[in-house]
């Protein structure tokens, strides 16, 4: 167990739908960002908050959205889903400076647009 | 613009040799290197990382070079095992800035065959 936990681990809807993935990040930890793994390819970075705010923006479709709460969990909110938004959806968090490991990562949540 | 990069998209080595994972930057702002792990359906977990103030750092099997005026960086995973097959990515990061974050190569598939 990382200390980052990700719900659910697999979600399956169809088109056109609006799912949210749910992040906790370690304890500790003030910043949470989020990343797209597709078909074994690389991480693509989406988003990423400190200490509730908006820090840095990646490749994050309009579609997409995300915000952390006081209690500093985190949610990415995927609406009007394609078949290409099929993947999987990572969250990780760390220290203000990272400290000598980084990121922790979760397990991540397996999405299947149908 | 990739300011980390991983050329080889895959690698096959047998049991008991080296393995030879080799990464690219061309930020000459970062100072913090790191190599993560991950396994198919599971989040990257941390393996190693180095200080831009070193040129070496050990954990058992797993040594990172660090090549500042070359922008290089290498794993080298001695010997190789079996367990070791998975998709490693290299990481990088500035020190010191008002926002962590790290920049992450597209990951190279070792393949270790017994």
């Known amino acids: 167990d990382s200390g980052v936990t990700q719900t659910p681990k697999h979600l399956i809807t169809a088109t ?5 993935l749910r992040c906790s990040p370690r304890s500790g930890d003030l910043s949470v960002y989020w990343y797209q793994q597709s078909l074994d390819q690389g991480l693509q970075f989406l988003i990423q908050y400190y200490n509730g705010e908006e820090r840095a923006k990646g490749n994050i479709l309009e579609r997409f959205s995300a915000q952390q709460f006081p209690d500093l969990h985190s949610e ?3 609406s009007s889903l394609e078949l290409g938004d099929s993947a999987l959806y990572f969250c990780a968090s760390s220290l203000p400076s990272g400290g000598v490991s980084g990121y922790t990562f979760g397990s991540g949540t397996r999405l299947t647009v149908v | ?7 080889s998209p895959s690698l096959s080595v047998q049991e008991g040799r080296i393995s030879i994972l080799n990464c690219d930057y061309t930020n000459s702002m ?15 977990t941390f393996l190693i990382s180095i200080s831009s103030i070193k040129d070496k750092n050990e954990d058992g099997r797993f040594t990172v070079f660090l090549n500042k005026s070359a922008k290089h960086l290498s794993l080298h995973i001695v010997p190789s095992q079996p367990g ?8 990088a990061s500035v020190s010191g800035g008002s926002n962590y974050k790290l920049t992450f190569g597209k990951g190279t598939l070792l393949t270790v065959n017994p």
């Open chain 1, 16 to 20: 056109g739908q609006r799912v949210t």
């Open chain 2, 1 to 7: 613009d990739q300011q980390v990069k991983q050329n």
């Open chain 1, 76 to 78: 990415l909110n995927l």
């Open chain 2, 30 to 44: 970062f100072d913090y290197f790191l190599w993560y792990k991950k396994y198919p359906a599971e989040g990257p």
């Open chain 2, 84 to 91: 070791d097959s998975a998709v490693y990515f290299c990481a």
